[in-house]
């Protein structure tokens, strides 16, 4: 693989860039693997990437029914922060973190990791002393965060207004490291250096079974045939369900829609993150100029990938009194995502009743920020099929046992 | 836009003056129960990818509960029908039936 770097761009540049080589190769399946891991989205190809840098591994496969970042990684508002009220959510989303601030470096591949800074508003006293709570909470997990006052949320985001009257700022938790990404980037930039290990990515191919024997997995039949394997891992989101269930067992996760929008291009007027969970709704704007709009899911079952309107301007609604420049925006595209929600709003990274099949899902609404970790750590499950520190409490018999990662009290809406 | 007709008032209502209420036909498991069961109970949805019973509150109408068949995968409303049901009506059942000839019926 040739390395991206400004000499090949002067390179190219001088060679009417007809040098450029294919980021990934598009292999036929072969029959069996060490690993297989279904879904090509951020957290499979980070699992993948993990497990060849981290654990040597590399005869693996991911196996993609549509391509690679087409699903809720490449729909999502790319908001990445580690403000978790929970040890562990702290620790893994913060481990997340620190890794998405070289990630560019580590696969050469330019992920436009912007830490631009990230604020929650508190707009009601509950707010406050919620907010009051996860700083204490942070500072002893050694995430930085800090409460700052209404006035310096104003210094910050000039655009917002702060005297209400139904939701007035009085203050908000900040996370100056907290910030976006370019969200196909990620997928693009792991696929790229997974396919640079040896690693086969297999796209227009879905799985439509898992085989097994004593107990134990031995290879998935896929719309390409049976792809054997000795360790499988499912990494599909909001399809989770459906392919637990090829599988063998139930998860305590229901599929709906997620949705987000964008406006037209305007010039750069706020360069932080802002969310407002009492409205549910929060902003960011993006390198094109379009300010990315996100609110809460949709309540009903859905694996159709889009949303009801309804929601969408509910949210925008709720935004205009804070930020009341958007009232003159148009709204260009809006598009949803089928997001897999937990029990208590945290991810599952566990074993599973079958022998050597692992899960990973549950991240919902916000799992693109969690990507690196999320890799991090199932790679090390499928690894060693134990959990290490970052996925021991993820595991998904705790709601059995009351165990609860409980971050929807925590965190509201938050994504 | 999901419409559903109110089995109580006969209204169409559109989604707007509905809230959803998740999986119908729960079987309950209390106190004295298996972990398992209550576990199953709490918290281990179906969530299919297609054919799917739930619970609608017609809440800007006339408040009550009722239940709906739905698919996941299109957003098609097959029927509605009263809260009181313990399992879903036959004629129902029979319209999915044909329209969904792989549905494996309702369990
Ligand atoms: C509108 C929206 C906004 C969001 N905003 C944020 C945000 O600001 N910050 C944040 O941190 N998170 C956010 N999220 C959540 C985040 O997008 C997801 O948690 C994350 O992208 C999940 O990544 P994944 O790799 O697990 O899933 P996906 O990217 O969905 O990948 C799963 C893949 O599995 C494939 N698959 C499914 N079934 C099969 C099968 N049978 N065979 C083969 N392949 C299969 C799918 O095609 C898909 O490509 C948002 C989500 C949405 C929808
Ligand atoms: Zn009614």
New interface residues.
Partial sequence: MKRYSVFALAREAFNHHQGWERAWKSPTPKASYDAVIIGAGGHGLATAYYLGKNHGIRNVAIIEKGWLGGGNTGRNTTIIRSNYLQDPSAAIYEKARSLYETLSQDLNYNIMFSPRGLLMLAQTHHEVRGYLRTVHANNLQGVATEWITPERVKALVPIINIDGPRYPILGALYQARGGTARHDAVAWGYARACSEMGMDIIQQCEVTGVRSENGKVTGVETTKGFIGTRKLGIVVAG?S??VAEMAGF??????MALQALVSEPIKPCMDVVVMANTVHGYMSQSDKGEMVIGGGTD??????QRG???HIEETLRALVETFPMISRLKMLRQWGGIVDM??DRSPIISKTPLGNCFINCGWGTGGFKAIPGSGWAMADLMARGEPGPLAAEFDMWR???GRFIDESVAAGVAH | MLILECPYCGVKAEETELSPGGEAHLKRFGPGSSDADFEAYMFARKNPKGVHFERWRHAYGCGKWFLAARCTATLEVFGTYPAQSSEPPADIVAKIKAKRPEWKGFS
């Fill in positions: 399809h369900g459906q139930r998860l305590p996760v229901e599929s309540g009903f079952n859905n694996y159709t009801s309107f309804h937990t029990g709601f059995r046992e």
